[in-house]
């Protein structure tokens, strides 16, 4: 199984600014991903993160809210954009396949806790 | 539709078997899978099942799925205290994608 490391583990930051979550992984990954979990709910998948090319976002989200960048088969960013409370959320990075291989199992990373107040 | 069920809780006395139980709508389901999430962490992959398959055994763990009724259950045997947490059933619609649809998720409290 895949090894996922989320930075920072949790932050608490005020409306109106930004705030960038990387994740990286122990190893070349086929898929990267992006999931937020809002307070006492299931978690919602917000983009495929594309390596080399733009995000591909789920309906209601947006690359202006939530601009992703993927540089390399181990590493991703998710930014959240001028922060409101409703943001207030984990959003936890998601990996499938090992290198050029898809692969059915999908884990997930440690979660990065957002409180916006 | 988008719709993944569960129950939301479940208690059960330590040692005895827990079933929690998740229904879909898509008959499209590719794999389904059951996760586990601890207070304050990530999410673990404990097991998924192949839509062809009928049954997924791994130690104390047993998925039933039934793909007529679009119903998937996790069986865990002999139930600790550690077991405690919340489970989520996902299921994946299209094989090259990895956008998996999670239910609600099922807060299990085992008692001592």
């Known amino acids: 199984s895949a090894v996922i490391s989320q930075k920072p583990s949790r932050d608490i930051c005020q409306r109106g600014t930004s705030l960038t979550i990387q994740c990286q992984v122990d190893?070349?990954?086929?898929?990267m991903f992006w999931y937020r979990q809002q307070p006492g709910q299931s978690l919602t998948l917000i983009a495929t993160a594309n390596q080399g090319s733009e995000a591909t976002y789920e309906s209601g989200f947006v690359i202006d809210k939530f601009p992703i960048s993927r540089p390399n088969l181990t590493f991703s960013t998710l930014t959240v954009s001028n922060m409101s409370p409703e943001d207030s959320s984990i959003y936890l990075c998601?990996?499938?396949?090992?290198?050029?291989?898809?692969?059915?199992?999908?884990?997930f990373g440690p979660g990065t806790r957002l409180t916006v107040t | 539709g988008e719709d993944v069920e569960q129950s939301l809780f479940l208690s059960v006395r330590e040692g005895d078997s827990s079933v929690i139980n998740c229904t879909y709508t898509?008959?499209?389901?590719?794999?389904l899978y059951w996760y586990k999430q601890e207070p304050g962490a990530g999410l673990q992959l404990l097991t998924y099942?192949?839509?062809?398959?009928d049954m997924k055994q791994d130690q104390r763990l047993t998925v039933l799925l039934n793909k007529k009724d679009k119903h998937l259950s996790l069986r865990i045997a002999d139930t600790q205290t550690g077991d405690s947490a919340i489970y989520f059933c996902a299921e994946r619609r299209t094989s090259n994608t990895g956008k998996l649809i999670f239910g609600q998720g099922t807060t299990l409290q085992v008692k001592p």
């Open positions: 190893s070349q990954v086929t898929m």
């Open positions: 898509d008959s499209s389901s590719t794999y």
């Open positions: 998601s990996v499938g396949g090992s290198g050029t291989t898809i692969s059915y199992e999908q884990y």
């Open positions: 099942i192949f839509s062809n398959m």
